[in-house]
Each structure stands twice: as structure tokens, then as C-alpha cells.
């Protein structure tokens, strides 16, 4: 049995949350929770850069050296490579220090930042990972919260972008977004959103 959730929000635009291999997903563009050299790494920054081939550095190298390190909180866009997805976001997330060195904000600005980058490109569909969460040392709680309010925000105002996934590494990160999903809905008294899980035994429906 699978489950997943789904979010519908009142202008059109759905948020999905999957547990998952990013690498995968079939979606316009995939973000990558990157560092500022772009010049890759471990976690979900390694698993992209082995699964897309060596075109994404290639694209990452000509944007540091047209513009430099990416500054923690922004997103530059490159091809994706031999993936499924066609354009990989890439995006810098804080490293956790305690939360009190604007964490929140630079983590929030790394979902605004990805979905503006989107929007502008006119991508319909996009999938992220959970930013900061693995060798940054982000609370997932905590991150979690500010990811879903973040890219619920922005899909209501988004031109085209219509539709967002987290896919979440593990049963943990997915049960984690899932609860903060659950937390959020709440707050908003069930006025304008809701979410249906759906249990099935197929692949998860594009
Ligand atoms: N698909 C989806 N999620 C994944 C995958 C995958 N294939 N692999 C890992 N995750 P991390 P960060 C999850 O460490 O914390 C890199 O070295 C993982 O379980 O990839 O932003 C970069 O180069 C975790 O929940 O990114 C940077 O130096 C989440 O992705 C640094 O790590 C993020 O974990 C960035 O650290």
C-alpha cells in the first residue's frame, strides 16, 4: 500500500507529498538542495549529479564563472542532464546553527526563490527534497513547516506553475511532512484547502 498526500488549494494548484527517490520524478524541473560552489556534493546533490551525467556541471561551472558562488537562499536553473526531469533548480540551504542566524527566512527564501525561477520559466510541474535536512542539520519539524507554508504561498500567486512534490527520502521525512501537512490544514480552520491520501498498490499517478 501507498500512500501519499495531496494538497488542493482554492486557485488550482495542488501540492503532493511522496515518499521517494528525486532522481526519478518525471516533473518539469527537480531542485537540488546544492551548496554555494554548485560544484556538487553528498546526499540528494550527489544522487542528481550521478543520475543527470556530467551536463549538469558542465551548466554549473558556466553560471559560477558568469556569476559567481550562489549566495544561501537563491536559485539558478541548469539542464537536467540525462534525468527524466528537463532542468535542475539548484538552490542553497542554510546550515542549522542553532536558528537564530535567519534560518527560517533563508530557508523559505530557497522555496520562494525555486518557484519564482519556475514560474518565470513557465514550468507546470516541479518536485523539491526537503532543503537542509541532511548534512545541514535543519530540524525536519521545523523545516517541514516552513517548506509547505512556503510553497503554498507562492503556488497561489504562480502564474504557471501549478503543481509542487516533496519527495521525501525515507519513511521518516515523509510521516514528518505528512504531520506538518496535518498541522497547517488545521491552522487554516479547513478554509481553503484540504488533503486526501490515497492508498494504492499502482505507481503514484502523475
Ligand atoms: N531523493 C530525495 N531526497 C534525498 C535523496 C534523494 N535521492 N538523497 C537524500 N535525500 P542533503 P542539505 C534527502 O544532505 O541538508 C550536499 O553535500 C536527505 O535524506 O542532501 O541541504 C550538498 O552539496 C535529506 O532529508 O542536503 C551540500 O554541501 C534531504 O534530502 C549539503 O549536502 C537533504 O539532505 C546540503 O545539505
Redesign the pocket.
Known amino acids: 500500500m501507498r500512500e501519499l498526500v495531496k494538497i488542493e488549494l482554492t486557485g488550482g494548484a495542488a501540492i503532493f507529498l511522496e515518499e521517494?527517490?528525486?532522481?526519478r520524478q518525471r516533473t518539469d524541473a527537480i531542485v537540488n538542495?546544492?551548496?554555494s560552489?554548485l560544484m556538487?556534493?553528498?546526499?540528494?546533490?550527489?544522487?542528481?549529479h550521478r543520475a543527470g551525467g556530467p551536463a549538469i556541471l558542465e551548466a554549473c561551472k558556466k553560471v559560477v564563472a558568469a556569476q559567481g558562488r550562489l549566495p544561501t537562499g537563491q536559485a539558478v536553473a541548469t539542464t537536467g542532464g540525462r534525468l527524466a526531469a528537463g532542468y535542475v533548480i539548484h538552490t542553497?540551504?542554510p546550515?542549522w546553527r542553532g536558528g537564530d542566524h535567519d534560518e527560517p527566512e533563508l530557508l523559505a527564501s530557497c522555496y520562494r526563490e525555486s518557484l519564482r525561477l519556475a514560474d518565470k520559466m513557465h514550468l507546470v510541474r516541479i518536485a523539491f527534497?526537503?532543503?537542509?535536512?541532511?548534512?545541514?542539520?535543519?530540524p525536519?519539524e521545523d523545516a517541514a513547516e516552513i517548506a509547505l507554508r512556503t510553497v503554498m504561498d507562492e503556488l497561489n500567486t504562480a502564474r504557471h506553475t501549478r503543481e509542487a512534490r516533496f519527495?521525501?527520502?525515507?519513511a521518516d521525512?515523509y510521516q514528518t511532512y505528512a504531520n506538518a501537512a496535518d498541522k497547517l490544514i488545521a491552522a487554516h480552520k479547513g478554509a481553503q484547502i484540504h488533503i486526501i491520501r490515497l492508498n494504492d498498490t499502482r505507481e503514484v499517478p502523475e
Do not use: K, R
Not at 40 to 48: L, M, R
Not at 167 to 170: E, K, P
Open positions: 521517494g527517490n528525486i532522481t538542495a546544492a551548496n560552489s556538487g556534493g553528498g546526499g540528494v546533490d550527489g544522487a542528481i542553497v540551504g546550515i527534497p526537503s532543503i537542509s535536512t541532511g548534512a545541514y542539520g535543519y525536519m519527495v521525501l527520502f525515507g521525512a
